[in-house]
C-alpha cells in the first residue's frame, strides 16, 4: 500500500515517495509514464493521450499522490458508474479505505475523504455550485474522449471552464489532435500545459479480417488459445445470442470451471436472466451490457479479471475502461444504430473497441478480427469452390446485404484501421439542472454565467443562442417559484457585441429584447443600458403567445438564488423537470388518487425506458387482439384499431392539456418532450415486485433498464417533488421506492461495508452484496407488505386464480377459485381503487418472528366482511432479500 503522509511533502519528496513504491511493486515506468509523472509533480496539467495498456492509470496514482502530499483533494472522474467503482476499490488497495471515497448519484461512500471517485456529472454539478472555491486540487478525468458525447459532454468542459485553480490530467487513448486544450487549459489556470501524446503500445495489436462464419471465428481463435475472446456486438439482444449459442462449445476446462464454481459461491442469482447467466458463467461464457443488473455486469468483469471467463459475448460497455484481460477482441460488424440512424463505426469508435485486446501485465501480444458480412463471406465461399474456372466464376450469384441494412467492406476496415481518431467536439449545452446548480451559490454567480454562456468551448457563432435559451430556462423557474431574484449580487450582463453581430442581432430579436442592444459596447461584463432594456412584459396583454414574455437583458443582468422553503436535495434533472413542479399545482391533494398522480405527473417528465413499454404495449394490444376477436370485427379492422392501443398512460388528458397551456408561455419547449407512462405506478397499484414486474413483461434481457428507470424515478421523486405536497402516502411510497431498487441491486454500497468493515469470511468468493435485510427498514417492510397482500386482492379482482396459486404455496388454484366462487356469489365484484388500496383495510398483527397481515376486501355493499390472511416469516425474507409471504384463509371474518 502507498504510504499517506502525515505532513506536507515538497514534489520531489512525493517523487521519491512514488517511485519507491513503483519499485516495490516491480513497476518500471514507461518514458512517456516518466514525463506525465515529472510534469505533473512540476504544477503543468497533463494531457495524456497514449495508447490503452501504456499505463495511463500509473499516471494517475502519481496526482493522486501529489494531491496528497500537498494537503489537497483530489479527483477521479469516469463516465461510467462501473469504470467508478473499479477505481474506487484500485485506489483503496493503494491509499487505503480511509482515504478514499465514491460518489456516483447513486452511491455516497466516505464523502470527506482526500481522495473521491466520481462519475463526470458529480464533478461538474460541485463545479457549478462552489466554481472558484471549490475543494479541489487536482482533477483526474479518465475516458476525456466522453467529452464529444452530445448529451453528456458539457459535464467533462464545465469544470474545465469553471475551476481555475485546479491542476488537470485528462486521459484517453482516442482524443485526436489536442492542441485546442492546451492553449485553453493553459489560459484559464495560468499553468503549462504539457500534452503527452506519442509512445509505444507496451503489448502490440495484430489486426485480421475473418471470412469464416463466426462460430468457426470463435472456434479457431480458442484453438489457437487466443482466448480470452470478447465477442463485440451492437445490441444486447445479439450479445445474449451469441453467449447461448456457444453453449455448444467446450470453451473451458474442467479445472477452470470447478475455479469458477467456487470463486461464485454464494452469489444470489436471481430468477430469470440471472437464472441464464448463472449457467453461462459455470460454463465458462460471460454476458456483459447495459441491460444488465450492476452486480451482474459486476460478476462478470471479476470472473474476467481471474482470467476464468474464456469467451464474453457484450456490446460496447466492457469498452470504456474496465481493465479487463482480453487477449482477442472480435468485432462482428463495423456499423451501429446509434439512436436515429444506421452508420460505420468512426475511428475513434473502433480504437476505443480495438485497444481492449492485449493488457499489459497478462499479454505480450493482442488480436483484433474484425468479422466480415455474412454475404461476404458466403460470396468468398462460393467464389473458392468454383476454383480458377472462370466459367464457374462467372456462374456464381453474388449475394447482397440483407434489405435495408447498411453493410461494409475490408476496404472500410482497412480504412479504419490505419485512421486516427477525430478531433473532439464541444457539445455543450444549458439545463435546467445546470442553472440551478449556479444558482445554489450567489458569490460570483454572474462570472459563472458569463464563463458558461460566452467563454466556453463552442464556437462564438452559438454564444447568443446559448444565452437566448439560457434567459427562456431562468423565465420557466422564475415562473415556478423555484428561484427568486437576488437584488444583492450582480449578474451577468450580456455584451453589445453578443446581440449585434447578424446571428445576435436574430436571436435577441426572437428572444423579444426591443432594439436588440440593450447593453453598452464593453469588454464582457458591461453594464445595463438604462434606455435599451425595456420592462418585464410577463403580465401584459400585449405580449403575443409566440413571443419571449420575460426580457432577455433583464433576466441575465440580475443574479437569482433559489427559494427558501425547496427541500434539502432539491432538483431539477429532467427538461421538464419545472412542468412538472407546475403541474403538482394543479391537482387536487383531496382526490383519493393524489399520490399516484403525483407519480404519474413525474414519470411524464422521465427519459422512456423504451423496452418496457414496447413490452407493456405489446401485452396491451394482446389483450385488445383477442376482445376485438371476440367482438366479430375482421382482420383489417383490428389492425386499424390496434394502432391507437400503446402502452398505459395515466393522466395523458390532463397532462396533455396542462402542457398546452405551459407551452403558450414557454415556446421554445418541444411538444415530444412530455410522455406519460406507467412504471412505477403500475407496480405500486398492483403490488407487484421487480422480479414480478420483469417476469410479466418478459423483461429479463433488459432488467438493467428496469432498475435503471425504478432508480432515475427514485431520484426524481424524491428530489423534484416539494415537501409541502407530499402526504403520508406518498413518503411510504418512497420509502418503498428506495428500498425496492436497493434490494435488487445493492453491490456498490455493499462491497464498500465490506471494505470498511471486513469480515473473516473467503476473501476470494464473489458475494452478490445483498446483504442489508429487508427487516432493517421496518417502514419499507411494511409498505412491501401491504403491496403484496393487494396484489392478491388486483388478482381476486381479475379472477386470475392460476397466477394467485403462484405466488406462494399457501393455497391451490382450486382453493382459490372455490373461496372466490363463495364471495362472488354474494358480490358482483372486488373494488381495487384507492380505498381499497387505503390502511383502513389493511392490519399487521406483528408477532416474534413472524407478521400477520389481514387485508380486507372492498365489497360493493360495504361490509367488509372478507378477507386474506397472510403470514410474513421474518428470517425467511431476511434470508432470500424478498417477502417469504404465504397465504393463510381466504375467507368470511370468524
Known sequence: MYAAPRAARTPDEVLTDFTEWTARQGITLYPAQEEAVLALLGGANVILATPTGSGKSLVAVAAHAKALGAGERSWYTAPIKALVSEKFFALVAIFGAENVGMLTGDAAVNTDAPIICATAEVLANQALRQRHTADVGVVVMDEFHFYAEPDRGWAWQVPLLLLPHTQFLLMSATLGDTSFFETDLTRRTGRETVAITHADRPVPLHFAWAMTPIHETIEDLLRERQAPIYVVHFTQQAAVERALALMSVNVSSTANKDAIK???????????????????????????????????????????????????????????????????????????????????LRAREFHQIAGRAGRAGYDVEGFVVVQAPEHVIENHRALLKAGDDPKKRRKVARKGPPQGVLSYTQATYDRLVAAPPEALRSRFHVTHAMLLNAFAEPDGQGETLRILLSDNHEDASRYPGLIRHAAQVIDALVRADIVEVDVDEPGYAVPAALLTSPEGATQATEAGLVGGIPYAATDGGAEPDEAGVEADTRDSDAAGEDDMPLDVAGTLATAYRLVDDLQHGFALNQPLSAFAVAAIDVLDPQDPGYTLDLVSVIEATLEDPRAVLMAQQFEARGVAVDQLKADGLDYEERVALLEDVTWPKPLADF???????????????????????????????????????????KLARAEGVVLRYLSDAYRALRSTVPVSVRSEEFDDLLEWLGELVRQTDSSLLDEWEELANPSDEDATEVRSGDTRVLSANPRALRVMVRQAAFRRIDLLAREAYAALAQLDSGLTQAEWESAAGDYFAEYADIGTGPEARGPGLFAIDERPGEWIVTQVLDDPEGDRDWRVTLRLDIAATDEAGELDLRTLDFAPAP
Not at 290 to 308: C, H, I, N, S, T
Open 655 to 697: 397532462l396533455g392539456a396542462t402542457f398546452a397551456s405551459y407551452r403558450r408561455s414557454h415556446p421554445w419547449i418541444h411538444d415530444g418532450d412530455l410522455s406519460p407512462k406507467s412504471v412505477v405506478r403500475e407496480m405500486f397499484e398492483t403490488g407487484m415486485t421487480f422480479g414480478q414486474f420483469v417476469g410479466r413483461y
Open 262 to 344: 467456487a470463486l461464485v459461491g454464494g452469489f444470489r442469482f436471481g430468477k430469470g436472466f440471472g437464472q441464464t447467466l448463472k449457467r453461462l458463467v459455470l460454463h465458462g461464457i460471460g454476458i456483459h451490457h447495459a441491460g444488465m443488473l450492476p452486480k451482474y455486469r459486476r460478476l462478470v468483469e471479476m470472473l474476467a479479471q481471474a482470467g476464468l471467463l474464456k469467451v464474453v459475448c457484450g456490446t460496447e460497455t466492457l469498452g470504456v475502461g474496465i481493465n479487463v484481460p482480453i487477449r482477442t477482441v472480435l468485432i462482428t460488424s463495423l456499423t451501429k444504430y446509434d439512436g436515429r440512424r444506421q452508420r460505420v
